[in-house]
């Protein structure tokens, strides 16, 4: 009977141990171009998978990659001009923010286009809350618009910002926002309350960027000034991260919290360790402003964008650990355990019956 128990927990610790990316640090690092816009990148998001990426671009055009090939999968229909994107944490929907006033939403396995209308003015950033029910929008009308995706309404406006709200980033809880302002104040929401939490003076100029770590004690800022800095969620400062030789214009996270990625005006993407506060790596390759970053869920390597008009992927050779199944699927580990065990208990009464069942009769 135990050797039918341990047979299953080896199957269990099998399917759901976390996997690791291991690369040596001293070797030759790969990259690829992703190559197809006319016009420079604006922004970039991955798919939650890490297969895909969807980039937006001055040329008018929204699109989807394959990532590993770079090869192009869709083009999505779009009204206006759309430069921020988002990619929703269930991977069925693309947000994007675009400057006239509008927001997109984008089916990614359909052809459904939704526009929500509600802004005064561009709309310069967009975030997903955690059970891609909500949206956040961050706009020149120094406003930010907390929307009801599937009935296309609005929750909350938010006001609080005296100048244009160029960043906002949702917590891992659900329960926070960020918001960054080109003035360079950084406001923390409590989102249910609509209401301010915590209010920072985060950087001397324009907040570009601002980005929650995926445990959520942490989120980064970056700004013309050319800093990144790490805030707790109580707002306090933590970390300064020094190394850009002008405005940083992204940040993100690696999978595990345990590594950032940055890029902006000095055309350089910068790798940093969160704990030391460290810089690893810089990876040059871009001739013009870098626009945007992003950290792979996949874990092994990162995307930048860029005024050259290309996006290229890094390969990083650092090692960060990745869960197997995201936290929307957790029902599921419960039921698949309980069904493991179960077959398994049952499959060894039915086994040990047998036994006794011939043990019995050649007696």
Request: contains cysteine.
């Amino acid at each position: 009977m135990a050797r039918f128990f341990l047979a299953g927990a080896l199957f269990l610790f099998l399917l759901f141990h976390p996997g690791q990316i291991n690369c040596e640090n001293d070797q030759e690092l790969k990259w690829w171009q992703i190559l197809g816009h006319r016009d420079l990148v604006i922004d970039i998001a991955f798919s939650p998978s890490g297969e895909y990426l969807v980039s937006s671009s001055q040329d008018w055009s929204v699109r989807i990659w394959d990532v590993l090939e770079g090869k192009h999968i869709r083009r999505l229909a779009v009204q206006h001009r759309v430069w921020p994107l988002a990619w929703s944490p269930d991977g069925k929907y693309i947000a994007g923010g675009s400057w006239e006033r509008a927001v997109h939403i984008w089916e990614v396995e359909g052809e459904m286009e939704k526009i929500l209308h509600g802004h005064d003015a561009a709309v310069q950033s967009v975030a997903w809350s955690p059970d891609s029910k909500l949206l956040a929008s961050g706009s020149d009308d120094n406003t930010i618009v907390i929307w009801d995706v599937e009935a296309g309404e609005k929750l909350h406006v938010l006001k609080g910002h005296g100048r244009w709200v160029r960043a906002v980033a949702w917590a891992p809880c659900g329960e926070r926002l960020v918001s960054g302002s080109f003035q360079g104040e950084i406001l923390v929401w409590d989102v249910e309350k609509a209401a301010i939490r915590h209010e920072i003076a985060g950087h001397e100029g324009a907040v570009q960027s601002v980005s929650w770590a995926p445990q959520g004690g942490y989120f980064a800022s970056t700004g013309d000034d050319r800093t990144i800095n790490i805030w707790t969620s109580e707002g306090e400062l933590v970390k300064v991260l020094i190394g850009h030789e002008e405005g940083v214009f992204s940040v993100d996270w690696s999978p595990d919290g345990s590594y950032l990625v940055s890029g902006g005006r000095d055309r350089k993407v910068r790798i940093w360790n969160f704990a030391e506060g460290k810089e690893l790596l810089v990876l040059e390759g871009h001739n013009r402003y870098i626009t945007s970053v992003a950290w792979s869920p996949k874990g092994g390597y990162v995307g930048s964008s860029s005024y050259d008009g290309t996006i290229r992927i890094w390969e990083h050779g650092l090692q960060v650990d990745i869960p197997k199944h995201s936290p929307e699927v957790n029902i599921w580990w419960f039921v698949a355990i309980l069904t493991v065990l179960t077959l398994t208990v049952v499959w060894g009464i039915k086994k040990r019956n047998e036994e006794t069942k011939k043990e019995a009769e050649s007696s």
